[in-house]
Protein backbone atom coordinates (compact mmCIF):
# COMPACT_ATOMS: atom_id res chain seq x y z
CA UNK A 1 0.00 0.00 0.00
CA UNK A 2 1.31 3.07 -0.74
CA UNK A 3 1.19 6.45 1.87
CA UNK A 4 -0.34 9.64 0.79
CA UNK A 5 -0.78 12.70 2.76
CA UNK A 6 -3.60 15.29 1.85
CA UNK A 7 -4.55 18.87 2.63
CA UNK A 8 -8.11 19.62 2.65
CA UNK A 9 -9.41 22.86 3.58
CA UNK A 10 -11.97 25.32 2.28
CA UNK A 11 -13.56 28.28 3.53
CA UNK A 12 -17.31 28.96 2.19
CA UNK A 13 -20.21 27.02 3.26
CA UNK A 14 -20.54 24.75 6.40
CA UNK A 15 -16.90 24.66 6.62
CA UNK A 16 -16.66 21.58 9.02
CA UNK A 17 -19.72 19.28 7.54
CA UNK A 18 -17.19 19.88 4.57
CA UNK A 19 -14.21 18.74 6.03
CA UNK A 20 -16.13 15.82 7.29
CA UNK A 21 -18.03 15.03 4.33
CA UNK A 22 -14.45 14.94 2.07
CA UNK A 23 -12.92 12.42 4.75
CA UNK A 24 -16.17 10.14 4.24
CA UNK A 25 -15.61 10.57 -0.02
CA UNK A 26 -11.90 10.03 0.76
CA UNK A 27 -12.38 7.08 2.46
CA UNK A 28 -14.88 5.55 0.43
CA UNK A 29 -13.12 6.87 -3.28
CA UNK A 30 -9.10 6.82 -2.57
CA UNK A 31 -8.28 4.83 0.91
CA UNK A 32 -8.22 4.10 4.92
CA UNK A 33 -7.31 7.50 6.59
CA UNK A 34 -4.61 5.98 9.01
CA UNK A 35 -4.16 9.08 10.62
CA UNK A 36 -5.28 12.70 10.66
CA UNK A 37 -3.83 16.03 12.49
CA UNK A 38 -6.62 18.28 14.76
CA UNK A 39 -8.30 21.00 12.50
CA UNK A 40 -6.42 24.53 12.18
CA UNK A 41 -8.48 27.79 11.58
CA UNK A 42 -6.27 29.97 9.00
CA UNK A 43 -6.43 33.28 7.18
CA UNK A 44 -6.51 33.00 3.52
CA UNK A 45 -3.05 32.73 2.11
CA UNK A 46 -2.42 34.96 -1.76
CA UNK A 47 -5.51 36.54 -0.70
CA UNK A 48 -8.14 38.40 1.03
CA UNK A 49 -11.02 37.23 2.21
CA UNK A 50 -13.34 38.18 5.09
CA UNK A 51 -14.27 33.92 5.42
CA UNK A 52 -11.16 31.98 7.67
CA UNK A 53 -10.08 28.39 6.48
CA UNK A 54 -10.57 25.37 8.40
CA UNK A 55 -7.52 22.56 7.04
CA UNK A 56 -6.44 19.51 7.91
CA UNK A 57 -3.59 17.05 6.58
CA UNK A 58 -4.67 12.97 6.52
CA UNK A 59 -2.39 10.15 5.82
CA UNK A 60 -4.60 7.89 3.41
CA UNK A 61 -3.66 4.48 2.93
CA UNK A 62 -3.97 3.79 -0.94
CA UNK A 63 -3.63 1.68 -3.20
CA UNK A 64 -4.34 3.81 -6.46
CA UNK A 65 -1.11 5.36 -8.34
CA UNK A 66 -0.72 9.30 -8.01
CA UNK A 67 -2.39 10.17 -11.11
CA UNK A 68 -5.65 8.29 -9.87
CA UNK A 69 -5.39 9.91 -6.49
CA UNK A 70 -5.13 13.30 -7.80
CA UNK A 71 -8.52 12.45 -10.43
CA UNK A 72 -10.31 11.47 -7.16
CA UNK A 73 -9.31 14.29 -5.34
CA UNK A 74 -11.25 16.57 -8.40
CA UNK A 75 -14.07 14.59 -8.15
CA UNK A 76 -14.39 14.89 -4.39
CA UNK A 77 -13.86 18.50 -4.89
CA UNK A 78 -16.76 18.68 -7.63
CA UNK A 79 -19.17 16.76 -5.81
CA UNK A 80 -18.18 19.06 -2.51
CA UNK A 81 -19.04 22.15 -4.71
CA UNK A 82 -16.17 23.57 -6.17
CA UNK A 83 -15.94 25.70 -8.86
CA UNK A 84 -12.37 26.00 -10.54
CA UNK A 85 -12.52 29.28 -12.11
CA UNK A 86 -8.92 29.95 -12.75
CA UNK A 87 -5.13 29.58 -11.68
CA UNK A 88 -5.45 32.28 -8.86
CA UNK A 89 -5.92 31.71 -5.49
CA UNK A 90 -9.98 32.19 -3.85
CA UNK A 91 -12.61 31.16 -1.81
CA UNK A 92 -13.79 27.54 -2.27
CA UNK A 93 -15.63 25.02 -0.25
CA UNK A 94 -13.40 22.16 -0.51
CA UNK A 95 -9.40 21.76 -1.64
CA UNK A 96 -7.93 18.68 -1.65
CA UNK A 97 -3.73 19.16 -2.18
CA UNK A 98 -1.35 16.25 -2.41
CA UNK A 99 1.39 17.17 -0.01
CA UNK A 100 3.28 13.97 -0.37
CA UNK A 101 3.14 10.07 -1.86
CA UNK A 102 5.56 7.94 -0.39
CA UNK A 103 8.47 9.09 -0.91
CA UNK A 104 8.25 10.11 -4.71
CA UNK A 105 9.19 13.12 -6.69
CA UNK A 106 7.33 13.85 -9.40
CA UNK A 107 7.02 16.82 -11.79
CA UNK A 108 4.60 16.68 -14.41
CA UNK A 109 2.58 19.69 -15.94
CA UNK A 110 -0.35 17.92 -14.16
CA UNK A 111 1.10 16.62 -10.81
CA UNK A 112 3.55 17.92 -8.65
CA UNK A 113 4.75 16.20 -5.57
CA UNK A 114 6.03 17.18 -3.32
CA UNK A 115 3.81 19.63 -3.27
CA UNK A 116 5.94 22.41 -4.29
CA UNK A 117 5.31 24.89 -1.52
CA UNK A 118 3.95 23.20 1.37
CA UNK A 119 7.25 24.40 3.29
CA UNK A 120 6.28 27.96 2.64
CA UNK A 121 2.86 28.21 3.87
CA UNK A 122 2.46 27.96 7.66
CA UNK A 123 -1.25 26.46 7.33
CA UNK A 124 0.22 23.55 5.41
CA UNK A 125 3.22 23.06 7.74
CA UNK A 126 1.84 22.89 11.55
CA UNK A 127 -0.86 20.13 10.88
CA UNK A 128 1.81 18.50 9.27
CA UNK A 129 4.18 18.59 11.94
CA UNK A 130 1.54 17.63 14.29
CA UNK A 131 0.96 14.19 13.09
CA UNK A 132 4.50 13.70 11.35
CA UNK A 133 7.25 15.87 13.03
CA UNK A 134 9.86 13.38 11.81
CA UNK A 135 9.46 12.42 8.24
CA UNK A 136 11.27 13.93 5.77
CA UNK A 137 10.75 16.15 2.59
CA UNK A 138 11.85 13.77 -0.39
CA UNK A 139 13.16 16.81 -2.27
CA UNK A 140 14.22 18.95 0.54
CA UNK A 141 16.17 16.15 2.96
CA UNK A 142 14.77 18.12 5.75
CA UNK A 143 12.54 16.90 8.54
CA UNK A 144 8.67 18.67 8.68
CA UNK A 145 9.78 20.08 12.08
CA UNK A 146 13.08 21.67 10.80
CA UNK A 147 11.24 22.97 7.63
CA UNK A 148 8.19 24.76 9.90
CA UNK A 149 11.15 26.14 12.20
CA UNK A 150 12.56 27.76 8.79
CA UNK A 151 8.98 28.99 7.67
CA UNK A 152 9.07 32.58 7.05
CA UNK A 153 5.05 32.46 6.72
CA UNK A 154 4.03 34.70 9.48
CA UNK A 155 0.01 33.94 9.01
CA UNK A 156 -2.00 33.33 11.44
CA UNK A 157 -2.79 29.02 12.41
CA UNK A 158 -5.49 28.47 14.99
CA UNK A 159 -5.56 24.75 16.49
CA UNK A 160 -9.26 24.38 17.29
Not at 46 to 74: A, R
Not at 118 to 147: A, D, Q, W
Request: charged share 30%; net charge negative.
Amino acid sequence: MNRVYLLTGGNLGDRYSLLERAKKIIVEKIGKIVKESSIYETTPWGFNSEQDFLNQVLIVSTDLSPKKVLNKCFEIEKELGRVRQSEQYSSRTIDIDILFYNDEIIHEQELIIPHERLHERRFTMEPLVEISPEYTHPKLNKTLSELLAECEDVSEVRKL
